[in-house]
Structures are given as structure tokens and as C-alpha cells.
Nanobody, 115 residues
Framework: QVQVVESGGGLVQSGGSLRLSCEVSGSSLRVNAMGWYRQAPGKQREFIATTSVGGTPNYADSVKGRFTISIGNAKKTAYLQMNSLKPEDTAVYYC?????????WGQGTQVTVSS
């Protein structure tokens, strides 16, 4: 059974940094791509970043230049380096992993940015 588990969330002051991790386990299938989304209270889940293994990352305009997505050498872990955090970045951050033909989601990790 495939599991996607996020970690690294927490409370940070405005202007600070956090690094989120997302680990995929429970399958020998290759991870084709991984991505990050977020959902703030009362809002819809929104796209943040995605990248395929060996591919070029894509970012939402709201985080471009501040967030960096990467996939680890073992190709089962994704990272989201978040710099220059703003209060409006406060949300639950979700990771997904595409193991063809299924897209799996994690349970989310809370990021809170105080002003």
C-alpha cells in the first residue's frame, strides 16, 4: 500500500524559512513526478509546485522565486524549500506523488507564518 507522508511544517515568523519533506513508501513502482499543494482556511486547495524526476520544476506565480521543489537522490522523497515566508503562506501543505497511473496524496502538514 502506497503511503505519502509529509513532514517539516511548523510555526515561523514572517521572512523566515521552512523545509518540507514528503516521503513515498510501500511500492516498488517508480515515482514519475511529485508536487505540492496548499489549502488555507476557507479557500480551495491550490497548486504550489511540481516536478518530474529529472524534469524542470513548475511553480505557481505566488511562490516563484521563494520556493524550490526538488526530488532526492533515492527518487522517493520530495522537498519544498520555502524562503521569505509571508503570513499569506499560512496553510496546510499537501504532497502528491504520481506512480503511474495513480496519483497519491499525503495527509498534509500545517505551516503557520506569523506577522
Amino acid at each position: 500500500q502506497v503511503q505519502v507522508v509529509e513532514s517539516g511544517g511548523g510555526l515561523v515568523q514572517s521572512g523566515g524559512s521552512l523545509r518540507l519533506s514528503c516521503e513515498v513508501s510501500g511500492s516498488s513502482l517508480r515515482v514519475n513526478a511529485m508536487g505540492w499543494y496548499r489549502q488555507a482556511p476557507g479557500k480551495q486547495r491550490e497548486f504550489i509546485a511540481t516536478t518530474s524526476v529529472g524534469g524542470t520544476p513548475n511553480y505557481a506565480d505566488s511562490v516563484k522565486g521563494r520556493f524550490t521543489i526538488s526530488i532526492g537522490n533515492a527518487k522517493k522523497t520530495a522537498y519544498l524549500q520555502m524562503n521569505s515566508l509571508k503570513p499569506e503562506d499560512t496553510a496546510v501543505y499537501y504532497c502528491n506523488a504520481f506512480l503511474s497511473p495513480v496519483l497519491y496524496w499525503g495527509q498534509g502538514t500545517q505551516v503557520t507564518v506569523s506577522s
